[in-house]
């Protein structure tokens, strides 16, 4: 009876599960025989200069996971207790809970309804409306803290319209540090997406475009920004030998064996890319009547998790219903404002997140993905839409 049940049952489609095809075991085997597993090792080196390379940037440093690269380039960027920074409110928790790991507040910008990503129109009203020169410093009228940075947070494989944002953080004296955890290979206006702002940060992260198990980097074109970003990761050693620290550090940097398969992973990049676009082609063609993430005229996106608004059926039904036929499917993250645990943090706006949110559905997006699965998901979809 089970083994009958068990036929019967369509193979499961995951929402995003990893690519590992390529020299992923030669690598790692490389790293086992040649005994070079842990944080120091030549693929570390060899993964941070292959991506330095592949986006165009002078320095990157491999880090444990996206959350700890957030973490370091806030603080490298001079974030303290107390200040602010602009963050989303539409994102995976992790750049706001950077924030707080700093003693920063996050201060909680809506998003644009057609790209789904930070509304740069609301954050320079904010910047000009609600906040006053202090000092040097720009200050947040209500709150009285000093606003330190924006983070612009690539959401779902598409880039923010960056060249406002950091035109308006050169005239406030902001810092940028620009989670791209989720849109690595996306283009804006034809450059690598994450190389804009004064600091980016990068997850390998297994459901990401790329994969080390888990992981991160820190991309930047600032040198000092590289060596700040690698002597606050490796416990702020300023003297290896003699074990002298002149700062608390973070033990935080990335293994030789992740970083083999980082190695791997990005040679396949250009690959996925194109993967995950004709997957997100094939879904709109599906559905030329369900909105869905736009990308602008000036951007190229990965699609990272292609994702739809339904409005028929409640997203949640819909989403028990397909899970019934083993598709995973996923909603995108409560909006921070509403978020239990970034309580107290202020917001600009909020309805448009909140429309979103409570609509979206992110539909299978692997890389591995064949047409004939997707024909599965494309045809579920239809009839609960029908
Ligand atoms: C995945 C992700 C991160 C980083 O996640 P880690 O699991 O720590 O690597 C950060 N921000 C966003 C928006 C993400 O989606």
């Given at each position: 009876?089970?083994a009958?049940?068990?036929?019967?049952?369509?193979?499961?489609?995951?929402?995003?599960?990893?690519?590992?095809?390529?020299?992923?075991?030669?690598?790692?085997?490389?790293?086992?025989?040649?005994?070079?597993?842990?944080?120091?090792?030549?693929?570390?080196?060899?993964?941070?200069?292959?991506?330095?390379?592949?986006?165009?940037v002078?320095?990157?440093?491999?880090?444990?996971?996206?959350?700890?690269?957030?973490?370091?380039a806030?603080?490298?960027?001079?974030?303290?207790p107390?200040?602010?920074?602009?963050?989303?409110?539409?994102?995976?928790?992790?750049?706001?809970?950077?924030?707080?790991?700093?003693?920063?507040?996050?201060?909680?910008?809506?998003?644009?309804?057609?790209?789904?990503?930070?509304?740069?129109?609301?954050?320079?009203?904010?910047?000009?409306?609600?906040?006053?020169?202090?000092?040097?410093?720009?200050?947040?009228?209500?709150?009285?803290?000093?606003?330190a940075?924006?983070l612009?947070?690539?959401?779902?494989?598409?880039?923010?319209?960056?060249?406002?944002?950091?035109?308006?953080?050169?005239?406030?004296?902001?810092?940028?540090?620009?989670?791209?955890?989720?849109?690595?290979?996306?283009?804006?206006?034809?450059?690598?997406?994450?190389?804009?702002?004064?600091?980016?940060?990068?997850?390998?992260?297994?459901?990401?475009?790329?994969?080390?198990?888990?992981?991160?980097?820190?991309?930047?074109?600032?040198?000092?920004?590289?060596?700040?970003?690698?002597?606050?990761?490796?416990q702020?050693?300023?003297?290896?030998?003699?074990?002298?620290?002149?700062?608390?550090?973070y033990?935080y940097?990335?293994?030789?064996?992740?970083?083999?398969?980082?190695?791997?992973?990005?040679?396949?990049?250009?690959?996925?890319?194109?993967?995950?676009?004709?997957?997100?082609?094939?879904?709109?063609?599906?559905?030329?009547?369900?909105?869905s993430?736009?990308?602008?005229?000036?951007?190229?996106?990965?699609?990272?998790?292609?994702?739809?608004?339904?409005?028929?059926?409640?997203?949640?039904?819909?989403?028990?219903?397909?899970?019934?036929?083993?598709?995973?499917?996923?909603?995108?993250?409560q909006?921070?404002?509403?978020?239990?645990?970034?309580?107290?943090?202020?917001?600009?706006?909020?309805?448009?997140a909140?429309?979103?949110?409570?609509?979206?559905?992110?539909?299978?997006?692997?890389?591995?993905?064949?047409?004939?699965?997707?024909?599965?998901?494309?045809?579920?979809?239809?009839?609960?839409?029908?």
């Amino acid at each position: 009876m089970y083994a009958e049940r068990q036929a019967l049952k369509p193979t499961f489609i995951p929402l995003c599960a990893p690519h590992l095809e390529g020299r992923e075991w030669d690598y790692v085997r490389d790293c086992l025989d040649s005994n070079w597993v842990s944080s120091v090792g030549p693929y570390v080196t060899r993964f941070e200069k292959a991506m330095a390379q592949r986006l165009g940037v002078r320095g990157a440093v491999a880090t444990v996971n996206g959350t700890a690269a957030l973490h370091v380039a806030l603080l490298a960027c001079g974030v303290a207790p107390d200040d602010e920074v602009l963050v989303p409110t539409l994102t995976f928790i992790a750049p706001a809970n950077a924030v707080r790991y700093c003693g920063a507040w996050p201060v909680f910008i809506d998003v644009d309804p057609h790209t789904w990503q930070m509304d740069v129109a609301l954050v320079e009203r904010f910047l000009r409306d609600n906040c006053k020169p202090d000092d040097g410093r720009l200050v947040n009228r209500r709150s009285g803290r000093r606003v330190a940075a924006l983070l612009p947070v690539h959401l779902l494989g598409h880039p923010v319209d960056m060249d406002p944002l950091v035109a308006l953080a050169k005239s406030y004296g902001l810092k940028v540090v620009e989670d791209a955890t989720e849109s690595l290979g996306s283009l804006y206006k034809g450059r690598p997406a994450g190389t804009q702002g004064d600091v980016s940060c990068l997850s390998f992260n297994g459901n990401k475009l790329i994969t080390t198990g888990g992981g991160g980097m820190i991309v930047t074109n600032d040198q000092a920004l590289v060596d700040r970003t690698y002597y606050l990761t490796t416990q702020a050693k300023d003297d290896p030998l003699e074990y002298v620290h002149n700062e608390i550090g973070y033990n935080y940097r990335l293994t030789n064996l992740q970083a083999a398969l980082g190695c791997a992973q990005l040679e396949r990049m250009d690959g996925y890319i194109e993967k995950k676009r004709a997957i997100a082609a094939r879904y709109r063609e599906a559905f030329p009547n369900v909105p869905s993430q736009a990308e602008a005229p000036w951007a190229r996106a990965t699609f990272w998790l292609y994702t739809v608004l339904i409005d028929k059926v409640d997203r949640r039904e819909a989403l028990r219903r397909l899970e019934l036929q083993g598709i995973q499917t996923r909603p995108l993250w409560q909006p921070m404002h509403q978020s239990p645990a970034q309580r107290g943090a202020e917001v600009i706006g909020g309805a448009v997140a909140e429309s979103i949110h409570r609509r979206a559905l992110s539909l299978p997006s692997s890389v591995g993905l064949s047409e004939s699965d997707q024909q599965r998901v494309v045809a579920a979809l239809h009839e609960i839409l029908a």
